[in-house]
T-cell receptor, first 113, second 113 residues
Framework: AQSVTQLGSHVSVSEGALVLLRCNYS??????LFWYVQYPNQGLQLLLK??????LVKGINGFEAEFKKSETSFHLTKPSAHMSDAAEYFC???????????FGTGTSLTVIP | EAGVTQFPSHSVIEKGQTVTLRCDPI?????LYWYRRVMGKEIKFLLH????????ESGMPNNRFLAERTGGTYSTLKVQPAELEDSGVYFC???????????FGSGTRLTVV
């Protein structure tokens, strides 16, 4: 069975500081891993995905995530936070068919000016 | 291309009433999914259509929920009768191939009072 744990339901960072959002997964098979972002009053937008190619995945808006099998982690980072990064972020793992996603509970990111 | 459209964006109904949510997927996407997020919890899978057929409805909470996809195009999710615990945000998503991630709609926020 697949599952995802996001540590920290709320994270605050100063503008220009490093963003680190944590995600650990559980999967009985090699996983497909995703990060989605939800801006206020908008839908979920795909940030990046890992599908067993390079372990360091680059996404949109300067975000990247590193797949670490030994740690069962897929943490999301951005070197320098921008005010526009304030949103809720969801980590997800898909089942082997790719047709059912298991989401974490989400992390709300606040960027302090 | 147009995105996934959901209607209405918000709905407030009384317990015992019926509500129908609608989702228009991206044209050409055979796969259509419904997810739900109850406040503060993870986004959970409800069901998956391939064209007009229900491929997987393992996440449907009970028989008060009925999903249809007419002619393989738009989909509706009916809740009848609604209960308080049905409150949450209902997301629809579509994809050509789940491995590459879904495109989500902006969701319908359902409040049952």
């Amino acid at each position: 069975a697949q599952s995802v744990t996001q540590l920290g339901s709320h994270v605050s960072v100063s503008e220009g500081a490093l963003v680190l959002l944590r995600c650990n997964y559980s999967s009985s098979v090699p996983p497909y891993l995703f990060w989605y972002v939800q801006y206020p009053n908008q839908g979920l937008q795909l940030l990046l995905k890992y599908t067993s190619a390079a372990t360091l995945v680059k996404g949109i808006n300067g975000f990247e995530a590193e797949f670490k099998k030994s740690e069962t982690s897929f943490h999301l980072t951005k070197p320098s936070a921008h005010m526009s990064d304030a949103a809720e972020y969801f980590c997800a793992v898909s089942d082997p068919s790719g047709n059912q996603f298991y989401f974490g509970t989400g992390t709300s990111l606040t960027v302090i000016p | 291309e147009a995105g996934v459209t959901q209607f209405p964006s918000h709905s407030v109904i009384e317990k015992g009433q019926t509500v129908t949510l609608r989702c228009d997927p991206i044209s050409g996407h055979d796969n259509l999914y419904w997810y739900r997020r109850v406040m503060g919890k993870e986004i959970k899978f409800l069901l998956h259509f391939v064209k007009e057929s229900k491929q997987d409805e393992s996440g449907m909470p009970n028989n008060r929920f009925l999903a249809e996809r007419t002619g393989g195009t738009y989909s509706t999710l009916k809740v009848q009768p609604a209960e308080l615990e049905d409150s949450g945000v209902y997301f629809c998503a579509s994809s050509r191939d789940g491995y590459y991630g879904y495109t989500f709609g902006s969701g319908t926020r359902l409040t049952v009072v």
